[in-house]
């Protein structure tokens, strides 16, 4: 069809007023159609449709469209992954060939990290802890006490119980907290009251308690360095008498919980007393008796001496629950004796000499944390025939729950007292001086079951008293990962732990800026963090 059938006849001279060359040509598209445009037109057209091309290239150079930066922790509400565009599949394509990630390998290992996984590392190691509200106990209290040595609470771990020992384990915390703010302790008077941050609020401190050592060191080693004269010190400050007073949480509970918290070794001298592990008899026995109750000698030397200005342990424990036995007659109590290391040593010669010197005494449990081997097998059936009840955490990383004793191995020993060797066994119990035995029933945790921790973490980690929290937290059964949802802050454990931390987790922890303080773990916080799973 001919353009000048097509278009008006104003619309003709437009063109021909536009562009003098124009004639009515054939099309150089289509030969059958008359030609209407000039060959030097289109080449015109082609090549002005190039420079408009490389105009535009260079313009998305020159300006290029930012993105939006990505957040650090994206929450995504719906688990199915987004649709990936043509132009992000062939950016990530590009970025693969690139292989950048092979010049930066902890780089690399630390982008491994799945976003949830740091939303839940990210949480972990916030400031502000993860509360939530405990189980009322009620009538089923003594099961969780241990009146049939918490079976079926431990494997699977029941989450009340994680609940009442990691509570247990804070209490340690406080004495800890309590000696380190002020470790001094004066010889020449009987020392005042000392402040206990409590990590829960509905306990108050009834009784300081002290610990003496039999041996002393020369007057010329605290002229050498005065300023560490309290770790040559005798008596030091070892932990407290507690008792619960707030009535919801006595209701929550089922009775009145009266806890003895005690610390670990702190001090030069009660290292030295650590160091005297032969076993001595216990006083106030038969000595005609065939089984005879022995203990290491240290351990009876710290309970049993009494300072210038202060009574012993033994004496202050003792005097302290005696009363407060009284003062709360015809109410339902329990006591509780939780210790670490040293301390749970002296928690199982606390609750021997509770139920040995009270009558009547209401129901003695001991949670200890990372315990060496106290006595021989006459105290472990002395203690049960008290019926005083034992949980010990070990960590079957830490040597210190293998010591003092011939055998290392408590399975070993077990399996000789099923054999035909039990009789020799026995004969060894009551002569030998290293015939040592735990007490009670085990909970066995292990470091590597920790997503976080170095499979394998040194000594130190191993016994430290905030990693056996971060594995009770984590621990669901022995056949089980680490618990997934676990609530525990890795904060102070980051702080203390931080060279037998994963990598992966050290790295990861730099890039997100975050800078666990010190301070932030010494504010005891009124409400209890739950590790309970609800």
């Not at 930066?69 to 950016?91: C, G, L, M, Q, Y």
């Not at 907290?177 to 020392?191: G, I, K, R, Y």
């Not at 005609?288 to 000698?297: F, G, M, T």
């Amino acid at each position: 069809m001919l353009i000048s059938l097509t278009l008006p006849p104003q619309s003709l001279g437009f063109l021909d007023s536009r562009r003098a060359s124009f004639k009515i040509r054939k099309s150089p598209l289509n030969p059958c159609a008359p030609r209407f445009f000039n060959s030097a037109a289109v080449s015109v057209s082609v090549s002005n449709t190039t420079i408009t091309r490389k105009h535009l290239s260079n313009l998305d150079k020159l300006l290029p469209v930012q993105s939006e930066p990505t957040p650090v922790f994206p929450i995504r509400s719906d688990p199915k992954p987004n649709p990936i565009s043509n132009e992000e599949a062939k950016t990530r394509g590009i970025l693969e060939a690139l292989n950048l990630p092979r010049f930066w390998k902890e780089s690399k290992a630390a982008e491994e990290v799945s976003p949830r996984h740091l939303n839940r590392l990210r949480r972990l190691l916030s400031k502000s802890a993860e509360y939530s509200p405990r189980n009322i106990l009620g009538s089923k209290w003594k099961q969780y006490h241990g009146s049939d040595n918490w079976a079926g609470l431990l494997d699977p771990l029941d989450e009340n119980l994680r609940r009442e020992m990691v509570r247990y384990g804070e209490f340690i915390q406080a004495a800890y907290h309590c000696f380190h703010n002020d470790p001094a302790t004066s010889a020449d008077h009987a020392p005042a009251d000392r402040h206990v941050a409590l990590p829960d609020r509905s306990y108050k401190v009834t009784k300081n308690l002290y610990a003496t050592a039999s041996v002393g060191l020369p007057k010329w080693v605290d002229n050498v360095a005065p300023d560490l004269s309290w770790m040559t010190q005798r008596s030091s400050c070892i932990g407290y008498v507690a008792v619960c007073d707030d009535r919801r949480e006595i209701e929550r509970m089922g009775r009145r919980d009266i806890v003895i918290a005690l610390r670990g070794t702190a001090t030069c001298l009660e290292w030295a007393e650590n160091m005297r592990d032969l076993l001595v008899q216990m006083p106030g026995q038969d000595e005609k008796a065939q089984s005879q109750a022995k203990v290491e000698c240290g351990f009876l030397s710290l309970f049993k001496t009494s300072g210038a200005h202060m009574p012993s342990l033994s004496d202050s424990v003792v005097t302290e629950i005696k009363r407060l036995v009284e003062m709360y007659k015809g109410e339902t109590l329990s006591i509780t004796v939780t210790g670490h290391s040293l301390g749970a040593a002296m928690a199982l010669l606390v609750a021997d000499e509770l139920s040995t010197s009270i009558t009547n005494t209401p129901p003695v449990a001991v949670f200890s944390f990372g315990g060496p081997r106290v006595g021989n097998r006459g105290f472990a059936n002395r203690l049960e025939s008290q019926n005083v009840k034992v949980l010990r955490i070990v960590n079957a990383q830490d040597v210190i729950t293998k010591v003092p004793g011939m055998f290392v191995s408590e399975g070993l020993d077990k399996k000789l007292r099923e054999s035909s060797a039990c009789a020799v066994l026995n004969i060894l119990d009551n002569n030998m001086p290293w015939a040592y035995t735990h007490v009670g029933t085990e909970l066995k945790l292990d470091t590597k079951m920790s997503p976080f921790l170095k499979p394998d973490a040194d000594v130190a980690c191993c016994h430290d008293l905030e990693a056996y929290l971060h594995l009770v937290d984590g621990f669901m059964a022995s056949n089980c990962p680490f618990r997934p949802d676990s609530k525990r802050s890795l904060v102070k454990l980051l702080d203390e732990q931080k060279s037998n931390m994963k990598r992966l987790y050290t790295n990861k922890v730099k890039s997100l800026s975050l800078k666990p303080r010190r301070d932030q773990f010494r504010r005891m916080p009124s409400v209890l963090p739950s590790p309970s799973s609800s």
